[in-house]
């Protein structure tokens, strides 16, 4: 990857980044607590929802720029046809090398192939706003799949010091809500979770598209 595409995925990274947080973080605060234990009053409902944005919008942009450097950088490393079948594959290994969790290993290359297919379909690349919205299609599909694993990690935070679900095995804390609620337990906020993250995959991957094409553009100009 040469100098300037890594600079255009570290800017375009922590724009998107920056983006996503200052809109969606009041709507993760909501998820968060219709997923504790205690419920979603209790835990505190609407009160103080906006609390912690700063400091998590100055996070991100870090945060969001070293995922997007690594992310296209594997990407280059493993090149490959975009006709070939290993495509999914090479996306796969670059959304798990910007971050290993299960949500980026099904959104990136749903993201992938959903602008490919779309490329394809209208015999062009995606505009950014078409890839904004393969991006909401990838996020709320991958919210969806992945929301048990997110009721796991957020009853071990919410668990008292000393409990069985405070000792961070996910596969215990997924048997403890299955025993307890149940299918709707595992689910719990899937359908705020979806809409937000659908919401966050459109601005997040929306915004560093847009940016990373006129960070590149600007370059290309450049003497």
């Not at 009160?47 to 450097?69: E, K, L, T």
């Not at 909401?136 to 919210?143: C, L, P, S």
């Not at 969806?144 to 668990?159: C, G, N, S, W, Y």
Request: hydrophobic share 50%; with cysteine.
């Amino acid at each position: 990857m040469d100098r300037p595409g890594f600079m255009a995925a570290l800017v375009a990274g922590g724009v998107a980044g920056v983006s996503v947080d200052l809109i969606l973080f009041p709507l993760d605060t909501i998820k968060t607590r219709l997923q504790s234990p205690q419920g979603f009053h209790k835990a505190g409902g609407f009160h103080g929802i906006y609390a912690g944005v700063p400091s998590a919008a100055i996070g991100s942009f870090p945060n969001a720029a070293a995922f997007f450097i690594t992310y296209e950088y594997v990407k280059w490393f493993l090149h490959t046809d975009s006709s070939s079948y290993l495509t999914p594959m090479k996306h796969m290994l670059a959304a798990s090398a910007g971050e290993m969790i299960p949500f980026s290993l099904v959104q990136f290359p749903l993201w992938e192939s959903l602008k490919a297919l779309w490329s394809w379909r209208q015999d062009h690349v995606v505009d950014s706003w078409q890839s904004a919205v393969c991006g909401a299609f990838a996020g709320g599909f991958a919210a969806a799949v992945t929301t048990p694993l997110d009721v796991a990690k957020t009853r071990i935070m919410l668990a008292k010091a000393g409990s069985g679900t405070a000792n961070g095995n996910v596969l215990s804390a997924l048997h403890g809500v299955w025993r307890s609620q149940g299918l709707a337990g595992l689910f719990a906020g899937v359908f705020p979770r979806m809409a937000a993250i659908s919401l966050g995959g459109f601005i997040f991957l929306g915004a560093y598209d847009r940016t990373h094409s006129l960070l590149l553009e600007v370059g290309r100009k450049s003497p």
